[in-house]
């Protein structure tokens, strides 16, 4: 008994199936906006860059996240804190911590302790 459909028959109708259902997949949009945070980072702990460049790059990407609807990485927040700490800028230390904070509450036994080492001005 022969089969109506073989299997040399139904391999093109599945592989045209599959290729016009791949194109109404619409792809994943992102949860954050990154930026250049992680080159930032990175440029930063290699002394590429100074506090004060990296303060610049973070606020633009954190511009560019409020224009594009997305919120910041986790981390950001808080790193673009520890700047503005070297610094001396402990009013915006202080604030960027607590929004670190507010969106990623799991951070708070850490930005907590950032929060009690450091001395008010």
């Known amino acids: 008994m022969t089969h109506f459909f073989s299997m040399r028959g139904l391999l093109p ?12 997949v619409t792809p994943p949009q992102p949860l954050y906006h990154w930026g250049d945070f992680q080159a ?4 930063y702990f290699k002394s590429e860059i100074g506090p004060e460049e990296g303060i610049q790059r973070l ?12 919120p910041v990485p986790p981390g950001m927040q808080a790193h ?3 700047l ?5 800028r402990t009013d915006l230390f202080e604030q960027s ?3 670190e904070k507010q969106q ?6 850490y930005v907590d302790f950032l929060l009690k080492k450091t001395p008010k001005q």
């Not at 503005?84 to 001396?88: I, K, L, M, W």
């Open 40 to 43: 930032q980072q990175y440029a």
């Open 80 to 82: 673009l804190g520890l």
């Open 97 to 99: 911590l607590l929004a």
């Open 59 to 70: 606020e633009k990407v954190r511009e560019n996240a409020k224009a594009k609807g997305l």
């Open 13 to 24: 109708i599945a592989g045209a199936a599959v290729t016009a259902l791949s194109g109404c």
């Open 84 to 88: 503005y700490g070297q610094t001396g």
């Open 104 to 109: 990623f509450p799991e951070s708070a036994a």
